[in-house]
């Protein structure tokens, strides 16, 4: 009887062990990245997401165009999430649905003038940044007349990015 009490006890502490040590830090992921610690360039914790990180870049390309800030829009970061949400359960980038979000982005936010980014499978803020400004339908949408913007980047089950990100005036 006393073996089989010990067998318990090791079996209990082993899984004990096991489970406390666990490389969840308790933070919740971001609802729009999926990233649940934020690295910067050197590895070390960054306070700075992806879409944060998109849209430091995408103004700062802007600024050297001589064009003002985008500004960030919950409406719109909501209805990035959605769409990027949608292209992972498709399991391709698209832009269907384009005409409904910017019938929401009229009626929340009064837009006037809608455009849309999307991209996937970059591992970065900086490579998917980079290639919608070295393509000319995206870079134009980045340097259009528009002063607001949603950006959603979310992986998918196999840990690639899925980008999204609207623009709208």
Known sequence: MKISSIKYLFVFIILSIAISCSDDDGT???????????????GTPSNTSI????????????ATKGLSALTSNQTA???AA????????QGQINHDNFDARGDV?????????????????????????????????????????YTHTGIAA????????YYTQLFYR
């Open 154 to 161: 979310i992986k998918d089950e196999s840990g690639k990015y």
């Open 51 to 62: 879409t944060e990180e998109i849209l430091r870049l995408v103004n700062e390309y802007r």
């Open 28 to 42: 919740p992921p971001d609802e729009n990245t999926g990233v649940e610690n934020p690295t910067g360039v050197d």
């Open 105 to 145: 982005l009229n009626e929340k936010e009064n837009a006037r003038g809608m455009a849309e980014n999307v991209a996937n499978f970059y591992p970065d803020a900086k490579s998917v940044v980079d290639a919608w400004i070295s393509s000319d339908g995206h870079r134009k949408n980045i340097e259009g007349n």
């Open 77 to 79: 970061d909501e209805l």
């Open 82 to 89: 959605d769409h990027t949400r949608y292209m992972i359960s």
